[in-house]
């Protein structure tokens, strides 16, 4: 196991050059690492020899505020500011959810348990109705639901922490810190709603108005080499206001043109890509608008030139899932892996069991997808699908490629009841196949319809709702206790949470058992009662446990 040095200071940086928690690794691959220069301050390497210093009570410095001053964005007043604080706890419940499970915390700070340490500071939509916000939170991990996987592939057909129909996920214990800055510089507290699996966007709403009620006015039809403004929040020092303690930003304007536009079969836009010699990091969830002032998108990705956009309607449809249910909702996870049957190759088909003239037929037509394989414990596994197959339609509606396949997946939605017509080899007509759909957060799940890498089933101390990650002899040290795990999550309605277990508790032993570096697995026998000692500001205190069958 190797060790990942954390050590926690605050932090108010702008996206995405945001951690001051810098992972060893991937703590967030998808935007760059901020240099020593652009952080207030950085991880030390960690001296192995030296012992821990004492720690004392002090106070902590208060959260620089921030302060949007009047930038180019007066002509798309939708656009506004989010500043989201993450506490020491959220980013390690954060970095853990990135893939550093397993991954040892060296050294800790403990005045930044349950004070800001972070913050990132993005661009935002506010939608027609006024408070409803969609953004591209970078740090939205720490704030979805406890659990991330859906499946567990030793009990096939049970789904585990997924949103099925009507079922909303449970949230973490500790409600998010945002604030949202409008255009003319008022400040409205935000609440999260839950965060969209499909395009990854969370959606918040305000407490009051983000801007009047409206509607856009209606927009050009798009066309290559139409002019587009890309609106995003940068850092600026207006001369002689220069304090450590304000973080001035303005909502600048980068100037871009239509590149690309990809549509549905309905003729709605699906893809959306624009060029600019003037992109930087700092335009990742930035609002795209038309020359008139309208929507278009937010800006999910870019490489060299171009940013790829997330299109309005996309983004309408994701704020819809997300109020209905009031909560996060994951992809839809079917569970396989597939080729285009225009795009497959012969040997793929003979290798999976079709014969020469049964192929013909079916080349010839060009729908449908070939499965190469079904991960056991899936939906689709479940379902009876097999190699070979070919899904043709998905109900009642023809698979015509790859991305068709993932739009109709999608728009059925997480926990959904599908209807496949499958064709097999060797057999003459289509085989309904009915399938319930899984769901997923994990952020490899994309386009393809692949399964993500499978967990096993909740064990230990994530059967009893409690998230951990995993402390040095440093680290515990520094908190006051001689060895444990710090409680990173508590799931609401969990054992844990009835019986009083807090984020930013260490627990020390359970059952007199010491618990250490790799207990996180820790596997309990049948009894019904647990006896934790736990680390609670440097106090020790015994909380009885009691496990429900």
């Given at each position: 196991?190797?060790?990942?040095?954390?050590?926690?200071?605050?932090?108010?940086?702008?996206?995405?050059?945001?951690?001051?928690?810098?992972?060893?690794?991937?703590?967030?691959?998808?935007?760059?690492?901020?240099?020593?220069?652009?952080?207030?301050?950085?991880?030390?390497?960690?001296?192995?020899?030296?012992?821990?210093?004492?720690?004392?009570?002090?106070?902590?410095?208060?959260?620089?505020?921030?302060?949007?001053?009047?930038?180019?964005?007066?002509?798309?007043?939708?656009?506004?500011?989010?500043?989201?604080?993450?506490?020491?706890?959220?980013?390690?419940?954060?970095?853990?959810?990135?893939?550093?499970?397993?991954?040892?915390?060296?050294?800790?700070?403990?005045?930044?348990?349950?004070?800001?340490?972070?913050?990132?500071?993005?661009?935002?939509?506010?939608?027609?109705?006024?408070?409803?916000?969609?953004?591209?939170?970078?740090?939205?991990?720490?704030?979805?639901?406890?659990?991330?996987?859906?499946?567990?592939?030793?009990?096939?057909?049970?789904?585990?922490?997924?949103?099925?129909?009507?079922?909303?996920?449970?949230?973490?214990?500790?409600?998010?810190?945002?604030?949202?800055?409008?255009?003319?510089?008022?400040?409205l507290r935000a609440r999260y709603v839950g965060l969209d699996g499909q395009t990854g966007l969370s959606v918040l709403q305000v407490n009051g108005m983000a801007m009047p009620t409206s509607v856009q006015t209606a927009a050009k039809q798009l066309a290559e080499g139409q002019q587009v403004q890309l609106f995003a929040p940068e850092r600026t020092a207006p001369e002689g206001e220069a304090t450590s303690q304000i973080i001035y930003v303005k909502v600048a304007v980068t100037e871009a043109k239509i590149s690309k536009v990809a549509r549905t079969t309905a003729g709605g836009v699906e893809k959306l890509t624009v060029r600019s010699t003037n992109l930087s990091p700092v335009i990742l969830g930035g609002v795209a608008c038309d020359e008139a002032g309208n929507t278009l998108g937010i800006v999910d990705a870019f490489e060299n030139n171009a940013a790829?956009?997330?299109?309005?309607?996309?983004?309408?449809?994701?704020?819809?899932?997300?109020?209905?249910?009031?909560?996060?909702?994951?992809?839809?996870?079917?569970?396989?892996?597939?080729?285009?049957?225009?795009?497959?190759?012969?040997?793929?088909?003979?290798?999976?069991?079709?014969?020469?003239?049964?192929?013909?037929?079916?080349?010839?037509?060009?729908?449908?997808?070939?499965?190469?394989?079904?991960?056991?414990?899936?939906?689709?596994?479940?379902?009876?699908?097999?190699?070979?197959?070919?899904?043709?339609?998905?109900?009642?509606?023809?698979?015509?490629?790859?991305?068709?396949?993932?739009?109709?997946?999608?728009?059925?939605?997480?926990?959904?009841?599908?209807?496949?017509?499958?064709?097999?080899?060797?057999?003459?007509?289509?085989?309904?196949?009915?399938?319930?759909?899984?769901?997923?957060?994990?952020?490899?799940?994309?386009?393809?319809?692949?399964?993500?890498?499978?967990?096993?089933?909740?064990?230990?101390?994530?059967?009893?709702?409690?998230?951990?990650?995993?402390?040095?002899?440093?680290?515990?040290?520094?908190?006051?206790?001689?060895?444990?795990?710090?409680?990173?999550?508590?799931?609401?309605?969990?054992?844990?949470?009835?019986?009083?277990?807090?984020?930013?508790?260490?627990?020390?032993?359970?059952?007199?058992?010491?618990?250490?570096?790799?207990?996180?697995?820790?596997?309990?026998?049948?009894?019904?009662?647990?006896?934790?000692?736990?680390?609670?500001?440097?106090?020790?205190?015994?909380?009885?446990?009691?496990?429900?069958?």
């Open positions: 196991m190797k060790k990942i040095f954390y050590q926690l200071k605050f932090a108010f940086v702008l996206v995405p050059a945001l951690l001051a928690l810098p992972s060893a690794s991937r703590a967030q691959s998808a935007t760059p690492a901020t240099t020593a220069a652009q952080t207030p301050s950085s991880a030390q390497a960690p001296q192995e020899k030296t012992q821990p210093r004492r720690t004392t009570k002090r106070a902590m410095t208060p959260p620089a505020r921030v302060t949007v001053i009047a930038g180019q964005s007066q002509g798309a007043p939708q656009v506004v500011t989010i500043v989201h604080r993450l506490t020491g706890v959220k980013m390690l419940r954060y970095l853990l959810r990135q893939g550093n499970e397993g991954d040892q915390v060296f050294t800790i700070d403990p005045e930044v348990i349950s004070n800001d340490v972070h913050a990132s500071i993005i661009a935002g939509w506010a939608l027609d109705d006024g408070k409803t916000i969609a953004a591209r939170l970078p740090q939205a991990g720490a704030e979805i639901e406890f659990g991330q996987f859906p499946m567990s592939p030793f009990e096939p057909g049970k789904l585990s922490n997924v949103a099925t129909a009507g079922v909303p996920l449970a949230r973490t214990r500790t409600e998010p810190d945002l604030t949202v800055i409008t255009n003319d510089g008022r400040r790829h956009i997330i299109p309005a309607e996309s983004i309408r449809a994701a704020t819809r899932r997300v109020l209905e249910r009031q909560a996060s909702v994951p992809k839809p996870l079917l569970g396989v892996r597939g080729e285009p049957v225009d795009l497959a190759a012969r040997a793929v088909f003979l290798a999976n069991g079709w014969r020469e003239d049964q192929l013909n037929e079916l080349m010839q037509k060009q729908l449908g997808i070939l499965l190469t394989l079904v991960m056991p414990g899936t939906p689709a596994a479940v379902a009876k699908l097999h190699p070979g197959d070919v899904i043709v339609s998905v109900n009642k509606e023809e698979v015509k490629s790859a991305e068709e396949f993932s739009k109709l997946l999608g728009d059925a939605g997480s926990g959904a009841q599908v209807q496949f017509a499958v064709r097999r080899p060797g057999l003459a007509s289509e085989v309904p196949i009915d399938v319930k759909l899984g769901g997923s957060f994990d952020p490899l799940f994309e386009w393809h319809f692949e399964m993500p890498p499978l967990q096993p089933p909740p064990v230990g101390l994530n059967q009893l709702g409690i998230q951990t990650a995993t402390l040095s002899w440093n680290g515990t040290s520094q908190l006051g206790a001689q060895t444990g795990l710090l409680v990173v999550a508590v799931q609401p309605e969990s054992a844990a949470a009835r019986s009083g277990i807090r984020e930013g508790d260490v627990i020390e032993s359970i059952d007199g058992r010491r618990v250490g570096r790799g207990t996180w697995v820790f596997t309990f026998n049948r009894q019904k009662k647990h006896v934790f000692s736990v680390v609670r500001d440097r106090e020790r205190k015994q909380i009885v446990l009691e496990a429900v069958e």
